[in-house]
């Protein structure tokens, strides 16, 4: 599966910004999908998954209440909301796939990965 992944740019703190991820192919609904980010200097660190079915996510305690994760399977595409931005949350974004039937949040979990979008927060 082919990812593309878009949305990412310039925001102020306390704005807003809404990721998309495109996947490729006839069986995204199998998939369970994951955003990361990765900060300069830092590691790739899990934002945000949800099932294949959409039936579960989890976030991350760093994002919650503020990002929320959605799917929509028949648009094949996968959504990060991203409220209340604050400037720790610059870092390039990626979207990620998984064919587990578990949910993981492992970046080594994941099998197939986008090329990032970049959220830049101002103060």
């Known amino acids: 599966v082919q990812l593309q992944a878009s949305g990412g740019g310039l925001v102020q703190a306390g704005g807003s910004l809404r990721l998309s991820c495109v996947a490729s192919?006839?069986?995204?609904?199998?998939?369970?999908m994951g955003w990361f980010r990765q900060a300069p200097g830092k590691e790739r660190e899990f934002v945000a998954v949800?099932?294949?079915?959409?039936?579960?996510?989890v976030t991350a305690d760093s994002v919650k209440g503020r990002f929320a994760i959605s799917r929509d399977n028949a648009k094949n595409t996968v959504y990060l909301q991203m409220n209340s931005l604050k400037p720790e949350d610059t870092a390039v974004y990626y979207c990620?796939?998984?064919?587990?039937?578990?949910?993981?949040?492992?970046?080594?979990?994941?099998?197939?990965w986008g090329q990032g979008t970049l959220v830049t927060v101002s103060s």
């Open positions: 192919g006839r069986t995204f609904d199998s998939y369970n």
């Open positions: 949800i099932r294949g079915t959409g039936d579960r996510l």
């Open positions: 990620a796939a998984d064919r587990s039937s578990t949910i993981f949040i492992g970046v080594a979990d994941f099998d197939y």
